[in-house]
């Protein structure tokens, strides 16, 4: 029989497998962020993952990145854990909807409020989730004035307990956090440490600062600042940059200069499936128009009469571009209110070049 000693020293060294201890003694789970990072390592390239983008990361879109090109890791939008715990939750597991195929995914959440954030991770984790990331970069002022998104920047402490929190609630998952560089300056030196001394398995910096919104262009600088603080502290949490990405080469090379882990890539995707495919060099406009069309069917399927149809058209304005006769498909297809219409309207112009006019619909 064992002894309680050497029953307590194999546990021990169960939990050392999967997780390491920071210097303040939180433990972390790494979980699918170790392969991640370790296939980067031995490929000697940083991984890339999609942003979470507030109507643009759903379902829909995510499965066109599987079958076109995929990133490392897949991230939904931001999804409220209040509005999770509530009555609202039926609507907001629309945000959650995934695919096995999209694996590994990290779902997004925001709350200033630990114990919803607890019992929202608890919900994530037992619907299959890869990860748990928490939102503390958000502008948007209705998610400030809950005290999430960037305001967290301001009030340490309770970041600090919402991260907690989390960890609780997914115990076996991992928790990452995604920020700024400040909320309205260069706060990195007081700001990171915080986040980090919870022990997440990755921090996502987004080098601008809250008030900057998307206004001047990221300075990736600030990602070395990160992984110094990160590598004083000698723990593990792998540090992604973010901001003004605009193709896998460019990505490749800020991470090497800076020395970030990982690159993630937000509105340089939109309208391009084919981003991460190294190896597609040129898009024409017929792939790009029936991308557009294959892109709204799947929205039907997947989320058509649960989500307004108006989210397909900021895809349209990405899509249809720089070739001849792009600014009259784009009006053409703004005025669509179904997929059918929308795969009307591109067989048309692929077949004459052409854009059908819309009938005028008489109300009786
Ligand atoms: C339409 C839109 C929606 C966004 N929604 C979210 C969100 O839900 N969660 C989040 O953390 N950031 C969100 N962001 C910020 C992006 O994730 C990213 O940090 C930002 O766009 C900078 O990266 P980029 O320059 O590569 O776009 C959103 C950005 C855009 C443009």
């Not at 029989?1 to 169960?14: A, C, G, L, Y």
């Not at 000697?44 to 490392?72: C, H, L």
């Not at 948007?140 to 919402?162: F, L, W």
């Not at 070739?323 to 059918?340: C, V």
Request: net charge positive.
């Amino acid at each position: 029989m064992n002894s309680p000693k050497s029953s307590i020293k194999k546990k021990n060294s169960k939990v050392q497998k999967s997780t390491k201890l920071t210097t303040t003694n939180n433990p972390i789970v790494m979980g699918f962020w170790s392969r991640v990072r370790d296939a980067s390592k031995r490929e000697k390239r940083p991984f890339f993952t999609i942003a979470p983008m507030s109507d643009v990361t759903d379902v829909a879109f995510r499965r066109m990145f599987v079958k076109y090109g995929k990133p490392d890791v897949m991230w939904t939008e931001f999804v409220s854990a209040d509005g999770l715990c509530s009555m609202g939750r039926e609507i907001l597991s629309l945000d959650l909807e995934y695919s096995k195929t999209e694996r590994p995914i990290v779902a997004q959440l925001f709350s200033s409020n630990p114990d919803k954030m607890r019992e929202a991770a608890r919900i994530v984790e037992s619907l299959g989730f890869d990860g748990i990331d928490i939102n503390m970069g958000c502008p948007d002022k209705s998610i400030e004035r809950q005290g999430a998104g960037s305001a967290m920047i301001k009030n340490p402490v309770r970041a600090r307990e919402v991260i907690r929190a989390a960890k609780e609630g997914a115990p076996n998952i991992p928790v990452s956090v995604k920020t700024r560089i400040g909320y309205s300056k260069n706060e990195i030196a007081n700001w990171i440490p915080h986040i980090l001394e919870e022990g997440v398995a990755a921090l996502t910096i987004h080098c601008r600062t809250r008030k900057e919104m998307s206004l001047v262009p990221a300075r990736w600088e600030h990602v070395a600042e990160v992984v110094a603080i990160r590598d004083r502290m000698n723990i593990p949490t792998i540090v992604i940059g973010n901001g003004d990405i605009t193709s896998l080469r460019q990505g490749k090379e800020l991470a090497k200069q800076y020395g970030a882990d990982g690159v993630m890539v937000g509105r340089g995707i939109f309208g391009n499936p084919w981003f991460f495919d190294a190896k597609k060099k040129k898009i024409t406009t017929e792939e790009k128009i029936k991308a557009l069309v294959e892109h709204t069917t799947l929205f039907d399927k997947t989320l058509g009469g649960k989500k307004n149809f108006a989210i397909m058209k900021k895809h349209y304005k990405a899509y249809v571009n720089g070739f001849d006769g792009a600014r009259e498909l784009r009006t053409r297809l703004m005025l669509t209110d179904s997929a059918t219409e929308v795969a009307e309207v591109a067989r048309e112009y692929l077949k004459s070049g052409r854009v059908i006019e819309k009938e005028k619909t008489s109300h009786v």
